[in-house]
């Protein structure tokens, strides 16, 4: 059973960064894809970044691109998202998410990043 924990979020001013991290543990070896969405309340889920572990090759989406940065460090089965220049529409609660080779799909239960103006 993989085990999804994102930690970093909090309050920050409009134009400040903020760097996520989620944490891995279980059997995460046979992973295709991992990523971030968010979602705020009342609200659809949407990616905001994601990770082909095949290749390594990356996505993001259109309001993020140029400012956020995904990463990952495979030894310490830890994903990062690096949040910069910040905007007040980034407020949101963000889910860490790896999907297997079987297409079985895990979630972290979310990190709040709220920012301010």
């Known amino acids: 059973e993989v085990q999804l924990v994102e930690s970093g979020g909090g309050l920050v001013q409009a134009g400040g960064p903020l760097r996520l991290s989620c944490a891995a543990s279980?059997?995460?070896?046979?992973?295709?894809?991992i990523g971030w969405f968010r979602q705020a309340p009342g609200k659809e889920r949407e990616v905001v970044s994601c990770?082909?572990?095949?290749?390594?090759?990356?996505y993001y989406a259109d309001s993020v691109k140029g400012r956020f940065t995904i990463s990952s460090d495979n030894a310490k089965k830890t994903m990062y998202l690096q949040m910069n220049s910040l905007k007040r529409e980034d407020t949101d609660d963000y889910l860490c998410?790896?999907?297997?080779?079987?297409?079985?799909?895990?979630w972290g239960k979310g990190t709040l990043v709220t920012v301010s103006s």
């Open positions: 998410y790896l999907r297997n080779n079987n297409g079985m799909e895990y």
């Open positions: 279980g059997f995460t070896s046979d992973a295709d894809a």
């Open positions: 990770i082909s572990v095949s290749d390594g090759s990356t």
